[in-house]
């Protein structure tokens, strides 16, 4: 054999199929080999074979065309498949396999991969929440706090950050208190505040805004590291 013959070898190419399908195929309940029979299509496509028959996929597999052809029926009953009409240069009309549906699929599989992922990091932060408001109050939350923790989230739609980031503003100011922090969030609302950077430069602002309109008298020593304090309750 000369090399030429390995160079016509290897210029048969690859095929080009997402990693999900390699990794999820499992998870929307295809078998080994229909896996294998989709990757066969898709290979005959690429080559411009669009409706290869069970025969010319059989000889690429370790099955019989009888099993070729009732896998493909299967597939096609399963939805990942669908055999469509198609027109050529000279007018000639021809079926083909079309794999959208299969693309269709594993996008749902994606979609509904991250929607889960979402859930579960709100569910992490959602427990770790409830672990700070305990160890800053020091003591389990009543239902009646858990209950307003929730609305906080579910009705005000505020993020899990914002909500600890009250939570340390009300620890800041010494006030301790639900009332106090829904003040907070309610302040934050209103003025557009959504993310933590958002909360650290509007409270830097108001605490310039405070230390300008009160300064402190000449005859009072003032600490090296003053405390902020805003009562947003006043407010």
């Given at each position: 054999?000369?090399?030429?013959?390995?160079?016509?070898?290897?210029?048969e190419g690859t095929i080009?199929?997402?990693a999900a399908l390699l990794t999820e195929y499992k998870n929307m309940h295809l078998s080994e080999q229909e896996l294998v029979l989709l990757l066969?299509?898709?290979?005959?496509a690429e080559k411009g074979n669009e409706f290869p028959t069970p025969a010319e996929i059989s000889a690429r597999m370790a099955v019989s065309v009888v099993?070729?052809?009732e896998s493909l029926h299967a597939l096609i009953q399963k939805g990942f498949i669908d055999i469509i009409d198609g027109d050529?240069?000279?007018g000639i009309r021809f079926e083909r396999y079309s794999l959208d549906p299969l693309w269709e699929k594993l996008i749902d599989r994606f979609m509904q991969n991250q929607k889960q992922e979402r859930v579960q990091a709100r569910q992490v932060e959602e427990t770790d929440l409830y672990t700070c408001f305990e160890?800053?109050?020091?003591?389990?939350?009543?239902p009646f706090e858990c209950e307003t923790l929730a609305m906080w989230m579910d009705d005000d739609h505020h993020d899990p950050i914002i909500i600890k980031a009250?939570?340390?503003?009300?620890?800041i100011s010494g006030k301790l208190n639900f009332r106090y922090i829904d003040r907070i969030l309610f302040e934050w609302k209103k003025n557009g505040i959504k993310t933590i950077e958002q909360a650290k430069s509007y409270g830097r602002?108001?605490?310039q805004h405070q230390g300008q309109q009160k300064p402190a008298p000449k005859d009072v020593k003032v600490q090296s590291r003053p405390v902020p304090f805003y009562n947003w309750l006043e407010q």
């Open positions: 054999m000369q090399k030429s013959d390995f160079i016509q070898w290897l210029r080009t199929i997402p066969q299509v898709i290979h005959f099993d070729c052809t050529s240069a000279d160890k800053e109050f020091g003591r389990p939350l009543s009250a939570l340390r503003e009300a620890v602002k108001f605490r």
